[in-house]
C-alpha cells in the first residue's frame, strides 16, 4: 500500500482548498497548519512528513495550481494563491455529485455541487478513498458531463 500517496491526495487537497478559501488573497501556506505540528529529527530537520507536505505544495506549484513568491525555510510557502488553473479546477461542478430531485435553491446547488466542496466535506468526514478519488479527479484537465460551472 502506498501511503504517502494517500498522504499527497490529502496535502494537496488541505493546501489547495486553504487557498482557495482565501482567493483571490496572497497568503501564508504553513505547513504546520495543514497537517500539525510535527517534531524535528534528532539534527534539527524537519520530518518526513513535514517535508512530504511542503514537497507537495512544491509539487502543486511546479505543475501550476498555485503560485508562490518564496518559502518560509521548511515551514511555509510565502505569498501563495491559487492560479487560474487551480480556482477553475477547484470551482467546477462534480457530475453526480448531488443526487438528483434534491430541492436546494440553484445557487446552494452550484456550491455544493462544486470539487472544492466535496474536498472539503470529503475531509471534514476522512473518508480516505473519496479524498483521493476527488483530488485526482482534480488532476484531471476535463470531466465528462455538462455540470462544469466555467
Request: hydrophobic share 40%; with cysteine.
Amino acid at each position: 500500500m502506498d501511503l504517502q500517496i494517500d498522504d499527497f491526495y490529502k496535502d494537496a487537497a488541505t493546501g489547495l482548498l486553504a487557498l482557495y478559501l482565501a482567493f483571490p488573497r496572497k497568503v501564508g501556506l504553513y505547513v504546520e497548519d495543514l497537517i500539525g505540528r510535527e517534531e524535528p529529527d534528532e539534527f534539527g530537520l524537519p520530518s518526513k512528513r513535514h517535508q512530504a507536505c511542503l514537497g507537495a505544495l512544491l509539487w502543486l506549484a511546479d505543475e501550476g495550481y498555485l503560485r508562490y513568491e518564496s518559502t518560509i525555510h521548511y515551514d511555509a510557502l510565502d505569498q501563495a494563491v491559487l492560479t487560474e488553473k487551480g480556482f477553475l479546477r477547484l470551482s467546477r461542478g462534480v457530475p453526480h455529485a448531488l443526487p438528483d430531485g434534491d430541492a436546494l435553491p440553484p445557487s446552494v446547488r452550484r456550491v455544493h455541487s462544486t470539487l472544492a466542496h466535496q474536498l472539503r466535506e470529503a475531509l471534514q468526514q476522512q473518508h480516505g478513498e473519496r479524498i483521493a478519488r476527488l483530488t485526482r479527479l482534480l488532476f484531471t484537465s476535463t470531466l465528462n458531463g455538462s455540470n462544469d460551472t466555467v
